[in-house]
């Protein structure tokens, strides 16, 4: 029996306004540097599907993604399965204005559902893995875009 694990939440303010944030988050040539790199495509479209290999420390991850909801400027969910993973998560981007700047929150739910053996799944691994994309390399990111 799985037992509920809450959503991992992660937020961060960046210092662009929210167009030039959900540009860095729906559009493959920003997405490539910040997030990942070996992602063929991105769309922010309901229904688009990519998949593409994630390097992690156990070992890689075939990763697929679906856009399940869109609200341009302002919200986009992606469904994540993997390849020879039973599971299935849903990560969430909702952008809030915050002055001139822009707070990014990001929401990660379902990870109950994928095998609790595998690290990557834990969510103290979860919750880390967030904690670098959106703190560390999103946020250096977007400091470098809004110097120009």
């Known amino acids: 029996m799985m037992s509920y694990v809450p959503p991992i ?4 303010v960046l210092p662009c306004p929210p167009q030039q944030v959900w540009d860095m988050l729906t559009d493959p040539i920003h997405m ?3 997030f990942f790199e070996q992602m063929p495509d ?10 593409f290999v994630m390097p992690a420390s156990s070992r890689d991850f075939h990763a697929f993604w679906r856009v399940r909801t869109v609200v341009p400027g302002q919200q ?3 469904e994540w399965t993997y390849k ?3 599971g299935w998560g849903e990560v969430t981007f909702e952008l809030l204005p915050a002055g001139t700047h822009t707070r990014v929150v990001v929401r990660n739910s379902g990870l109950e559902s994928f095998p609790q ?3 990557e799944f834990k969510p103290e691994s979860c919750r880390g893995g967030w ?9 250096a990111y977007a400091e470098g875009q809004a110097k120009g």
Do not use: H, M
């Open 9 to 12: 939440e992660v937020s961060q």
């Open 32 to 34: 490539k540097q910040w």
């Open 42 to 51: 991105f769309k922010a479209e309901v229904g688009f599907e990519t998949n």
């Open 76 to 78: 986009i969910s992606v």
């Open 84 to 86: 020879d993973i039973p």
């Open 117 to 119: 053996d595998i690290p």
């Open 131 to 139: 904690e670098y994309f959106l703190n560390q390399r999103l946020k």
